[in-house]
């Protein structure tokens, strides 16, 4: 069974810095399209970032200098660190997995992240 945990949220001062982790169990990490997500309080949850299997990045506009995704096939994770994070950045940050063979997608359980002063 896939299972995919997230950690690294918390509460952070606008401009300040925090490190996502999501670690992927029970499947070859190698093979997944990794990607964050995140949902605010009454919206949508949208895409973030994501990182495909061969290491191409790409990121939605509003996070592009600021955010990087990454990944360690070694250790079955991949990273979010995000910088320069601004009150907007607030929402509960997820974890997307995707079987580029099989296109089976897995979530994570979530991770909340507030900017706050």
């Known amino acids: 069974q896939v299972h995919l945990e997230e950690s690294g949220g918390g509460l952070a001062q606008p401009g300040g810095s925090l490190r996502l982790s999501c670690v992927v169990s029970g499947s070859i990490f190698s093979v997944y399209t990794m990607s964050w997500y995140r949902q605010a309080p009454g919206k949508q949850r949208d895409l973030v970032a994501a990182?495909?299997?061969?290491?191409?990045?790409n990121y939605v506009d509003s996070v592009k200098g600021r955010f990087t995704i990454s990944r360690d096939n070694a250790k079955n994770t991949v990273y979010l660190q995000m910088n320069s994070l601004k009150p907007e950045d607030t929402a509960v940050y997820y974890c997307?997995?995707?079987?580029?063979?099989?296109?089976?997608?897995?979530w994570g359980q979530g991770t909340q992240v507030t900017v706050s002063s």
């Open positions: 990182v495909t299997s061969g290491g191409s990045a």
């Open positions: 997307k997995g995707r079987n580029e063979y099989s296109n089976y997608i897995y």
